[in-house]
């Protein structure tokens, strides 16, 4: 965690010189600044992934590019999206948007790197957590509804997570707020204004909501967890 710190903190300070104290158009020195943060992104996820081997290679470049553009892309898509709010707010309010541009350019910044680097350290904690393969494994291991469910394979452990959006690490207080969480929003006594299909979409969801916490509930209470 200290390197991810590092890394975004130097990663804002750069932002906010290029950006204040750079000569030029606003939207020009914004791409100069992703394009300088790239190699930065590259550094941190290099840094940061599980060591690679002559045995793992392949499979650890294809795990570095997924990570280092899951990450450098969703600061991207998310700075877009604060800066089509901005613009939003802009017409709306009759504000210059030049000048709101540059006096919230650091905390749009900011805030679009800090919701990218959660969804890349998630993607970093379970390739150390599970194996440079575990997606390939979520998919080979994955059983249909009908098959028994107290013996579960470590793909499909982390295939029930997923769908609780849960971390390896967690504890059965966390399944359990997570799981009440979810019922609250797909429990299909509280979809009564639905038509009947998005009424079916619902149970489905909710019948592989309760198979997911079961199952997860059942691998903590073996210690697997």
């Not at 009424?199 to 210690?223: D, H, L, N, P, W």
Request: net charge negative; charged share 25%; glycine share 4%.
């Amino acid at each position: 965690m200290k390197l991810v710190f590092v890394v975004s903190l130097s990663q804002l300070v750069l932002a906010g010189v290029l950006m204040y104290f750079l000569p030029g158009d606003a939207a020009k020195k914004s791409l100069l600044i992703y394009v300088v943060e790239f190699p930065l992104w590259a550094l941190m996820t290099n840094l940061e992934m599980p060591k690679r081997s002559v045995e793992n290679k392949e499979i650890w470049s294809s795990n570095f590019f997924f990570s280092l553009f899951l990450g450098f892309g969703l600061s991207i898509a998310f700075f877009v999206l604060s800066m089509i709010a901005l613009t939003f707010f802009s017409a709306i309010s009759g504000m210059d948007l030049e000048v709101l541009y540059r006096y919230l350019f650091f905390f749009l910044h900011g805030g679009a790197l800090i919701l990218a680097l959660i969804y890349h350290q998630r993607e970093i904690s379970r390739l150390h957590s599970w194996g440079l393969d575990y997606r390939e494994r979520m998919i080979l291991e994955a059983p249909s509804p009908e098959e028994d469910t107290t013996t579960q394979g470590m793909g499909e452990t982390l295939a029930m997570l997923t769908i609780l959006n849960l971390e390896p690490d967690l504890t059965m207080e966390d399944l359990k707020k997570r799981y009440h969480e979810l019922c609250r929003l797909y429990h299909p006594d509280r979809l009564a204004a639905m038509d009947e299909s998005e009424k079916m979409t619902a149970e489905k969801e909710f019948k592989r909501i309760q198979r997911a916490y079961e199952i997860v509930k059942s691998q903590i209470e073996k210690g697997k967890l």
